[in-house]
């Protein structure tokens, strides 16, 4: 069956870094666009950044571009969002998603359970 496992979250310190893992099986990888989205508690959740499949091309929220970046490793199975200067008003519930077509809203087709970024001021 399906599965996206998110790892990867923490506990970090304002300017700090992370990078977020999504490990995907069940499905051909490589045929599907892959997206990180978050929710803050008592928000919606919201588009992070997502990637296409074939050409790679990369979308990111405004309020984060130039902080985050997003990539795959198709070998792998594996999507990052590599997250810096992170800021506490990043803190969420970080899942991973997956969809054949790429969009900056909700309807992707698999979530992962999502896992926890926590940015201290």
């Known amino acids: 069956q399906v599965q996206l496992v998110e790892s990867g979250g923490g506990l970090v310190q304002a300017g700090g870094s992370l990078r977020l893992s999504c490990a995907a099986s069940?499905?051909?990888?490589?045929?599907?666009?892959m997206g990180w989205f978050r929710q803050a508690p008592g928000k919606e959740r919201e588009f992070v950044a997502g990637?296409?499949?074939?050409?790679?091309?990369?979308y990111y929220a405004d309020s984060v571009k130039d902080r985050f970046t997003i990539s795959r490793d198709n070998a792998k199975n594996t999507v990052y969002l590599q997250m810096n200067s992170l800021k506490p008003e990043d803190t969420a519930l970080y899942y991973c998603?997956?969809?054949?077509?790429?969009?900056?809203?909700?309807?992707?087709?698999?979530w992962g359970k999502g896992t926890l970024v926590t940015v201290s001021s």
């Open positions: 998603a997956s969809d054949p077509v790429l969009r900056t809203t909700m309807g992707w087709t698999y």
């Open positions: 990637i296409r499949r074939g050409d790679g091309r990369t």
């Open positions: 069940g499905f051909t990888f490589s045929t599907y666009a």
